[in-house]
């Protein structure tokens, strides 16, 4: 699952971007509004956390400018406006729920899940299938030939990531950015790593690999005549 955090506010962007991270999405962080808003109108999202008062374009106009462009992508807004007015406004533009700050991450991890499962369900397919490769978004299961296939959070952003831009050769620091949040160190080893690990777990026990090497570019899942 991919998540757009638009806020801000850097201690706060940085701990929901490590929390929803750890807990096994991708997440893109856009700091103002104007880069929020862009993402959220060019890039597909299966959540958006927004900020309400965004130093540039406010929240509430990029719901609406959402809204009014046909996006039904679940927003949650995250906002230390706490009066009922700005509850209802924020609600009526087109926000599917509203938290405000502070908050506990517990309770914002469990309304993000809830407005997965409620939005995925009704818009997209829940299941990931490359060859007999399956990801179950909302189970968090993935299973290959029938066989379940027991995944560490990253690992399943991981696999998530390459599924989902199948046929696409990924860099190691596009990786890096979408599954540890991090930049990319040319001296570390820990995409390859986490590559060889995962590729134990959904390659080694099956004719056909889905996982490869380009020499010097990445990492590419699909099935092996199109690889």
Partial sequence: MKVLIVEDEKKIADYLAQGLTEAGFVVDLARTGLDGHHLAL??????????????????????QS???????????FLTARDS????????????????????????LLARVRTLLRRGTVATTDTTLRVADLELDLLRRRVSRDGKRIVLTAKEFALLELLMRRRGEVLPRSLIASQVWDMNFDSDTNVIDVAIRRLRAKVDDAFDAKLIHTVRGMGYVLDVPDAA
């Fill in 42 to 63: 060019t890039e597909a999202y299966d959540l958006i956390i927004l900020d309400v008062s965004l130093p540039d374009v406010e929240g509430w106009r990029i719901v």
């Fill in 84 to 107: 009922v007015e700005d509850r209802v406004k924020g609600l009526e533009l087109g926000a599917d729920d509203y938290l405000v700050k502070p908050f506990a991450f517990a309770e």
């Fill in 66 to 76: 959402m809204r009014e462009a046909g996006s039904r992508i679940p927003v949650l």
